[in-house]
């Protein structure tokens, strides 16, 4: 199959890529192919002739998409827009990549996959508004929500990493009450890799199983990579200053995909994965 693939040089492109060149034809769709926010994606993914489209493409950059709302629906509403028209023109399926921002994280279990939305931030919402355009556009779709990843270059884990090498006086302050769901991209690669074959369309949460705060995750860090007798301060949420407010409490919940026999190992054990990769 020919799998056009946005944001291919990304964290869960890379990803991507590697789990899904053995079996299938990848067309790379970068920044230098084509530029999420303009109507000429459109004929460029048509151009592709690809057999299915996989959008994890995006503005991800959640303080920036605060401090720009605009531009991030531009590209994250629009762009996909113009990604589902060229799916709809080839008469392909999209797997559109969402997020855990899409709910409001007032929550005090895990989200499942038709749970109420309600995104509170600038981002969430420029993301929902892409998941809206895909069902308003396609029949055949896959939306997969993913949360709190790490495997690229730039991820929370690497920056408590670069913490640890130069930590601030009187040890690592890190959020206590924000809580949610850390997943590796390679797992979701994985985890997307044999729903493509199922056709069994729709929402799915594709996330490593359990849960953790900010605190907790970034303890699980130190003490794997070797920084167990580093301090560590709580903080809330309300003491870190940034543009944008994430949602406090938004882990998913797989039900959709488990019911596949699509399931993603505990996130302890994905974070061990990575780290001994990156030795």
Known sequence: MRIALTGAGGQLGL???????PEHTIIPLDRDQIELGSPDTVERIVASGADLVLHPA????VDGCARDPALAYQI?????????LAC????????YISTNEVFAGDATSPYAEYDQTGPINAYGRSKLAGEVV???????????????????????????????QHPPEGGVRMVADEVG??????????????????????????????LASRYAFARAILDLAGY???????????????????????????????????TLRPWEAALEAYLEQLQ
Do not use: C
């Open 134 to 164: 895909v069902r308003e556009l396609l029949e055949r779709f896959y939306i997969v929500r993913v949360a709190w990843l790490f495997g690229g270059e730039q991820n929370f884990v690497r920056t408590v990493l670069r913490l640890a």
């Open 58 to 61: 995006a503005h991800t950059h």
């Open 88 to 95: 709809r023109r080839l008469d392909v399926p999209l797997v």
């Open 181 to 210: 769901s850390p997943t590796y991209s390679v797992d979701v690669a994985a985890a997307i890799r044999p729903l493509l074959a199922t056709e069994h369309y729709g929402t799915y949460h594709f996330v490593n199983a359990g």
């Open 76 to 84: 994250n509403a629009l762009g996909t827009k113009y990604v589902a």
């Open 228 to 262: 167990g007798t580093l301090p560590m301060l709580p903080i809330r949420l309300a003491d870190y200053q940034r543009a944008s407010m994430p949602p406090p409490y938004t882990p998913l919940a797989n039900y959709a995909g488990a019911a596949l026999g699509i």
């Open 15 to 21: 990803a991507l890529d590697a789990a899904l060149a």
